[in-house]
């Protein structure tokens, strides 16, 4: 049996295929000092990490921890 490995769209010359302009490369946005602070999209989604996130995180490990026990104990 025998493959077949030639392109079946017949071959087009590169230049021809090139079109439109290229893409600049994504960079953060500068910072802005102004005064109230102007903030740009990208800065304005980000959130906040730190302790409320940490507190979240551990509350949820323990809530999962005592369903595991509660269910350990009704189970078994």
Same mark, same amino acid.
Request: charge should be negative; avoid cysteine; hydrophobic fraction near 45%.
């Given at each position: 049996?025998?493959? /077949?490995?030639?392109p079946r769209v017949? @071959?087009? /010359?590169? %230049? ?6 290229? #893409?600049?490369?994504?960079? &953060?946005?500068?910072?802005?000092? &102004?005064? +109230?602070? @102007? %903030? ?11 302790? +409320?996130? !940490?507190?979240? !995180? ?7 921890? #005592?369903?595991?026990?509660?269910v350990e104990?009704?189970?078994?």
């Open positions: 049996m025998t493959v /077949d490995t030639r017949p @071959v087009q /010359d590169p %230049e021809l295929l090139r079109g439109g302009d290229p #893409i600049t490369p994504m960079r &953060a946005d500068d910072h802005s000092d &102004a005064d +109230p602070a @102007v %903030e740009t999209p990208v800065e304005a989604r980000q959130g906040f990490l730190g302790r +409320p996130v !940490l507190m979240v !995180l551990i509350g949820g490990l323990v809530l999962v921890t #005592i369903a595991w026990f509660a104990k009704l189970v078994y």
